[in-house]
């Protein structure tokens, strides 16, 4: 303050002086905008205006006034030409959190301090809808600002030039694409492709060298997935995830188990109950002498699955597991074994009783399903022995009704006794009546068909948010702003008003 009061009395001192006051004053006013920082200039110019010498005209000592003060007006939205000024009031509107044209926003864009412009983003004033439309002026700033806001807009060659090495690595995890190791090791990305691609290994090559290089959410789950692998339970939250059904079932041991009540235990558990039902059927033809423990095992995992729940994966499994009991029962039931194969007509008819979904049954292509295995079975059990082969198709270790059931019977008999011929060789002739009257427009003989809901068995589709995480605003990479910085357009209108005031004063001098 004192150092104005001091330039003041100068000034007029001069002017006093001068022949010409006014030029004499213009002239000190040029050199007082080159020598000092336009804010103090231009409260020096006020001063010396109050004190009667005719400087800024009347619009611009309001605009002075209103800049020194802070009392700053609403920026005129009908404005063709953009000043300082009128750039000055949208900065502060900005910073108020008003509501701003396009135009306006992509101004202060272009022409703030760009840690100035990171401040907008972080406070939440600039929004994600100004980058909606195509910038006016792309340039390096525009395309920071856009992976800031709405990184999903970049175009790929805009990620490579941003040097952004976490969004092109989430790309190419989206793509499909391989995400290769950095230096021999993980770091999340790679970790993600790999675990994505089923390498589990990949937890291994993390523990050896640490975890250091992941990033704090893979962590902790990282560590659940090496004690999942271990033998540890899946816990409640991960066995509710769908999306990480596949990663989770991988990490299982195959030779454990599955038991639980999460939509995981009952999926997966479902999936294994089958892989053990393959397994029996490739004993039945291969080693006869291993049948019993291999159905035992299918019998151990189907009775893990069984519950009283009626509706989602558990109702599912539930099912599932009755129709491979029954078909275990049928398959190696002894002759005049009438209350066992009641046992198996028993565990669909309990399901088909309840009527359809809403009352605890099931409606659809699975009751229809249901019906006719319950129907197969129930005309068997009038017959002194149950056929001992339910479904030619599993007993030549393919899927029921594949196409390749004739590769299946080749490749078992490179491997079965002379003694299991006959029985691979039954159900290979068996496929090819069924076949004819196919042909023939007749009606084949019925067959056990599983499993009863096959969708139910695939992997879920749904993404992870952990492994393939959406687009993620690129960090701020400018250091917090500066005081000038943040003034930077109060001194530019300050200057801007001086600018005008000297310019006025030569041309009447």
């Known amino acids: 303050m004192g150092e104005d009061v001091a330039v003041t009395d100068r000034m007029e001192e001069f002017a006093a002086r001068a022949a010409d006051p006014l030029r004499a004053v213009a002239a000190e006013a040029v050199d007082l905008l080159a020598r000092a920082d336009p804010l103090p200039a231009l409260g020096q110019l006020v001063d010396l205006t109050v004190s009667g010498l005719p400087l800024l005209e009347e619009a611009e000592l309001s605009r002075a006034e209103e800049l020194r003060l802070g009392r700053l007006p609403a920026p005129d939205a009908e404005q063709g030409t953009v000043d300082a000024w009128q750039l000055h009031l949208e900065s502060a509107q900005a910073h108020g959190r008003a509501v701003l044209s396009t135009a306006s926003w992509q101004r202060l864009v272009a022409r703030l301090p760009l840690s100035v412009v990171d401040d907008l983003i972080d406070e939440g004033a600039l929004t994600p809808a100004v980058v909606g439309d195509t910038w006016p002026e792309p340039s390096d700033r525009t395309r920071y600002v856009t992976a800031r806001l709405a990184p999903h807009l970049l175009t790929d060659a805009e990620v490579t030039a941003l040097d952004w090495r976490d969004e092109a ?116 033809a291969c080693e006869p002498e291993r049948t019993e423990d291999a159905v035992r095992a ?98 030549l270790c393919v899927e029921h009704d594949s196409t390749e059931w004739g590769q299946g019977w080749r490749d078992l008999r490179r491997q079965v006794g002379a003694e299991q011929l006959e029985y691979i060789n039954g159900a290979k002739d068996r496929i090819r009546r069924i076949e004819t009257a196919r042909r023939l427009g007749e009606e084949s003989e019925p067959l056990y068909e599983l499993p009863l809901h096959e969708r139910f068995l695939w992997v879920p589709e749904d993404r992870s948010e952990l492994l393939q995480p959406r687009p993620r605003p690129l960090a701020r990479r400018t250091g917090p702003s500066t005081e000038q910085e943040k003034s930077w357009t109060a001194a530019e209108a300050a200057r801007e008003i001086i600018g005008r005031c000297a310019g006025r004063l030569r041309n009447d001098h």
């Open 298 to 395: 299918v019998l151990q995992q189907a009775a893990a699955l069984r519950n009283v729940e009626t509706q989602g994966a558990a109702g599912s499994a539930d099912r599932e597991a009755r129709v491979v009991q029954a078909y275990l029962i049928f398959l190696h039931a002894r002759p005049g074994d009438r209350d066992r194969l009641d046992q198996g007509v028993g565990l669909l008819e309990e399901v088909l009783k309840r009527g359809g979904r809403q009352r605890g049954g099931v409606d659809g292509v699975q009751r229809r399903r249901m019906s006719d295995l319950s129907e197969l079975l129930q005309s068997l059990r009038f017959k002194s022995r149950p056929r001992d082969v339910l479904n030619p198709y599993l007993a």
């Open 169 to 284: 690595c989430r790309r190419m995890l989206e793509a499909g694409e391989t995400v290769d190791q950095v230096d021999g090791r993980h770091d999340g990305w790679s970790l993600r492709s790999a675990l994505l691609a089923g390498d589990v290994s990949a937890l291994d090559d993390v523990r050896a060298y640490g975890s250091q290089d992941l990033p704090a959410e893979l962590v902790h789950f990282v560590i659940a997935l090496r004690g999942i692998r271990q033998g540890a339970p899946v816990d409640g939250r991960m066995g509710r995830d769908r999306a990480l059904f596949g990663l989770l079932e991988d990490c299982t041991p195959e030779s454990r188990l599955l038991s639980g009540r999460t939509p995981f235990h009952f999926w997966a558990g479902t999936r294994r109950m089958y892989r053990l039902l393959d397994d029996m059927h490739w004993a039945m």
